[in-house]
């Protein structure tokens, strides 16, 4: 097993909800911060959900109205997902939310058995 630890930058163009981050069926992984920014000069309605393969449904963990030009901290505790997990965003207006995901990827890939 390798541990990878990772950043993964978005930028949403779009209203619809999007994903931002996939988990190979072969690795999972343990997310330590995800940030989103709002670059508009008006508020902004954010959501983000972690799509659960095992469930085949999105559950959402932070929705908010984030202020003109204003960052939060969305993850405020470790977030854990396994293999075939997404985590998706979603912007009330286009072109207005950025993030990063700050996380550990664990790749079991090599593994015998």
Excluded: C
Excluded at 12 to 40: D, E, F, H, M, R
Aim: no cysteine; proline share 0%.
């Amino acid at each position: 097993m390798t541990i990878q630890y990772k950043n993964q930058g978005f930028n949403l163009s779009t209203t619809n909800l999007t994903t931002v981050l996939n988990i190979a069926v072969t690795a999972v992984a343990i997310v330590k911060s995800i940030s989103v920014a709002n670059t508009s000069s008006g508020a902004v309605d954010a959501t983000l959900k972690l799509r659960d393969k095992s469930a085949t449904t999105d559950f959402t963990f932070f929705t908010q109205s984030l202020g003109a030009k204003t960052t939060q901290q969305v993850a405020g505790q470790v977030l854990n997902l396994e293999a075939g997990d997404a985590l998706k965003a979603q912007a009330a207006s286009a072109s207005t939310l950025q993030g990063v995901i700050s996380y550990a990827l664990l790749d079991r890939s090599q593994e015998n058995g």
